[in-house]
């Protein structure tokens, strides 16, 4: 079998393998980030945080919980900013990496695909993506703040705006040529939020634009599993896979898609050879994930939530995590309903051991 795992090198950080988690809001946790590190995932990007906010608290201190990094343990991250003013990334980025909880992060990373409508309406988000100027200004402001520390800068961004405004090859060159030393492409457009297919010709399209530059490109958008991401970097010639929604409650699937880039037989068999399995790293594939390992997962998530955050809010910030957890399992339906309302780490860990013994 061809091998397609291999190191990605954004500018003075490299990535040992080619695989990361996509920034989600709820989802890309430090607790999160360091799960989905043991199964196989190499890189995460933190949920974003507003450049503004930051600039004009003069602190990291009201975003902290969505800034935490682990460098111990969780492997490469980035942090994500988003905004719409160069100024406030200025000021910005040297808030965060002068904070010394967070001084190691490897990567700056900036927002430029979120297609949700608070974030769009002030001028952020994919909403640069039609005002590529601006967008570049915003690059090019961030590059000067981070590279005084290090720090290689990066962007995220959409297919377009719409269907007939399908601009990412050419954005892709911009941000290029205004500084960023790695790309994300989600290929869909604002318009289409997350529904729909995604459209991997333009993540071929836009590395082509690119290709020249040694600029590595993530592909992001319907990679679900082993089999798709080796397609994905099959049908792009995208340098890694960003996988988005499918990871979500499934750290597991890092560990299908790192045997099947790595080419390894054994996967079929339901195990992970030693050739795709870094030492100490666990390995599991998706389909044979049973109720105690799952249910182990879901108490360190919650647990580790409930440390940052205290019982209450990551009891109920856990909850959203849980159902993609149990989602499509038999016989469990019942007991993700009454997970839903659990208030204390008690109740969550009572339901469970039941769910465990659910044959």
Same mark, same amino acid.
């Given at each position: ?9 954004? +500018? ?30 190499a ?43 160069p ?12 904070d ?17 409508s ?13 005002d ?81 530059? +040694? ?53 079929s ?10 030492? +100490? ?62 208030g ?14 659910v044959?």
């Amino acid at each position: 079998m061809k091998k397609h795992l291999h190191e990605v090198r954004i +500018g003075n950080v490299t990535i040992p393998a080619n695989i990361a988690l996509a920034p989600m809001a709820g989802t890309s946790t430090c607790v999160y980030r360091t799960i989905v590190h043991e199964y196989g995932c190499a890189y995460g990007v933190t949920e974003l945080v507003s450049a503004r906010g930051i600039r004009f608290k003069e602190s990291v201190e009201v975003s902290m919980r969505y800034l935490e990094i682990d460098p111990e343990n969780e492997g490469k991250t980035g942090i994500q900013l988003f905004g719409a003013d160069p100024d406030d990334f200025s000021y910005a980025i040297p808030f965060i990496l002068e904070d010394p909880r967070l001084s190691a992060v490897d990567v700056i990373d900036l927002n430029m695909g979120c297609p949700v409508s608070k974030v769009v309406k002030t001028g952020a988000g994919s909403a640069l993506m039609k005002d590529p100027v601006l967008a570049g200004r915003i690059i090019e402001a961030s590059v000067k703040a981070a590279e005084k520390y290090g720090k290689p800068v990066t962007v995220k961004f959409r297919s377009g705006w719409d269907e007939g405004h399908i601009t990412a090859p050419e954005f892709a060159k911009m941000c290029v040529e205004s500084g960023a030393e790695g790309l994300a492409i989600h290929a869909r457009t604002q318009t289409q939020m997350y529904r729909g297919t995604a459209d991997w010709d333009v993540i071929r399209r836009t590395k082509e634009a690119i290709v020249d530059t +040694g600029v590595p490109l993530w592909g992001n958008g319907d990679v679900k599993d082993g089999a798709s991401a080796v397609a994905m970097l099959e049908e792009t010639g995208a340098d890694g896979v960003m996988v988005g929604r499918a990871a979500q409650g499934n750290p597991w699937v890092f560990s299908e898609i790192r045997a099947a880039l790595a080419g390894d037989a054994e996967a079929s068999r339901g195990e992970c050879g030693e050739e795709s399995k870094p030492a +100490g790293e666990k390995c599991f594939l998706v389909g044979i994930v049973d109720r105690k390992t799952r249910a182990e997962v879901i108490r360190r998530h919650l647990l580790g939530l409930c440390d940052q955050l205290g019982e209450k809010t990551g009891v109920k910030e856990m909850r959203a995590q849980i159902a993609c957890y149990l989602k499509g399992g038999r016989g469990t339906a019942e007991i993700k309903n009454r997970l839903m309302t659990a208030g204390t780490i008690y109740e969550v860990e009572a339901l469970l051991d039941e769910y465990c013994s659910v044959e």
